[in-house]
């Protein structure tokens, strides 16, 4: 596991409906110039340009945007009917022709404002869709029934990783390896929209997330439920490999500064790190993540 402290501290469960699908919340260089390089000069402001658009306040736990994410989210059955979907000229376009908006209304825009709903430097690709995010499932949606030993099932939980880049991440790699779902902490954990979305590249939308109070009963329960859990820990002196088998499996993750927490860790089975032969410290959390998923698949396998 990576110890870089991680960025971007932010916050944000119900049944899924359609399948896999959610119901959405009821809620509301700087530098001087380098050997051989360049220096970056200060210009003076052109006073024949177009003033720019202000930006108004960005409320991005509303907010999905990119082609992926908001297609995903459109199709999504427990969206039906929900939010405001806006497209460029040719997105929209493309949306009719390919009949992509399931039952929803494109709101055509222009490309300037959509960037005027978004953060500085999101790459809407011609799509935003304002909607609430999604709420969570329970435990047991995720849980039950427990596969027999030998039929492969993984869980990943996360100890309070609030990056959302990251965890979006994460989504996009237990979406890939067929994961059963997520299991965060719902005080620390930022809601499934707007840069998590973007990185997920719409698995929030196909991927149950289970928002616990407790991340140790929660362990507790799915041990009760037949599911066996393993940390990952760079401390460790098993390996990821040897502690690894066919059996239902927990994949605890940790943050990036802390790793897994004492209590958490504790109601581990096992604790396990990913070895390193080429001397590097560490990975990033959803590196790490993709890493340990494809071990635990393979195991099952």
């Known amino acids: 596991m990576s110890r870089?402290?991680?960025r971007n501290d932010h916050k944000s469960g119900g049944k899924p409906a359609g399948g896999r699908g959610f119901k959405p919340r009821s809620a509301g260089p700087t530098g001087g110039p380098t050997k051989g390089g360049w220096?970056?000069?200060?210009t003076e402001p052109d006073p024949t340009a177009a003033p720019r658009a202000s930006r108004g306040k960005v409320d991005a736990d509303t907010l999905l945007w990119g082609r992926h994410p908001v297609l995903?989210?459109?199709?999504?059955p427990a969206r039906k009917g929900m939010g405001r979907l806006m497209a460029t000229p040719d997105r929209a376009a493309e949306i009719e022709r390919d009949g992509l908006a399931h039952g929803h209304k494109v709101e055509v825009v222009e490309p300037q404002q959509l960037e005027r709903l978004l953060p500085q430097g999101a790459v809407h690709q011609g799509l935003v869709f304002k909607v609430q995010p999604l709420e969570g499932v329970a435990l047991e949606d995720i849980a039950e029934p427990a596969p027999e030993p030998g039929e492969g099932g993984v869980i990943v939980m996360l100890d309070q990783l609030t990056d959302p880049q990251n965890v979006g991440a994460i989504f996009r790699s237990a979406l890939a390896f067929g994961a059963r779902g997520?299991?965060?902490?719902?005080?620390?954990s930022p809601v499934l929209a707007g840069a998590l979305a973007k990185a997920a590249a719409g698995a929030t939308e196909r991927l149950p997330c289970a928002r616990v109070t407790n991340l140790s009963r929660a362990l507790e329960r799915l041990a009760d439920l037949g599911w066996r859990a393993v940390g990952l820990d760079g401390a460790s002196d098993e390996t990821l490999e040897n502690a690894l088998d066919h059996r239902p499996t927990v994949l605890v993750m940790g943050s990036e500064g802390d790793g897994i927490r004492r209590l958490v860790a504790e109601?581990?089975?096992v604790l396990a790190k990913i070895p390193m032969p080429g001397g590097f410290e560490s990975l990033n959390v959803s590196n790490a993540a993709a890493v340990a998923l494809y071990e635990a698949t393979r195991k099952q396998r």
């Open 182 to 188: 997520i299991v965060v902490q719902d005080r620390h």
């Open 39 to 42: 220096s970056p000069r200060a």
């Open 72 to 76: 995903a989210a459109v199709a999504n």
């Open 4 to 6: 870089i402290p991680e």
């Open 267 to 269: 109601h581990c089975d």
